[in-house]
């Protein structure tokens, strides 16, 4: 905790703009999500590198971090009516 405090005691609040709906496919299936606006973005890749700086020993599930809102799934032949839907 004491490490984690450190690394982000002066990171400061921000504001999450969620502005676009996307998807990406997975075991079979459409994983439709939420994705950050670009300044969002940065700010959570930035909050994600000081986490990682300051727990290096922990590992992160995925090689690379891509922060999004899990909306839900729908089967891989649905995909093109679900993206109408949320648009």
Do not use: I, W
């Amino acid at each position: 905790q004491r490490k984690l405090e450190a690394a982000l005691g002066g990171f400061g609040s921000f504001e999450l703009h969620l502005d676009h709906v996307g998807h990406f496919s997975q075991k079979g299936k459409a994983t439709f999500h939420l994705a950050p606006s670009p300044a969002s973005l940065d700010r959570l890749r930035a909050l994600f590198a000081a986490v990682r700086a300051a727990l290096p020993d922990v590992e992160s599930k995925h090689a690379e971090f891509n922060p999004h809102l899990t909306l839900g799934q729908c089967s891989s032949d649905q995909v093109a009516a679900t993206t109408a839907e949320l648009q």
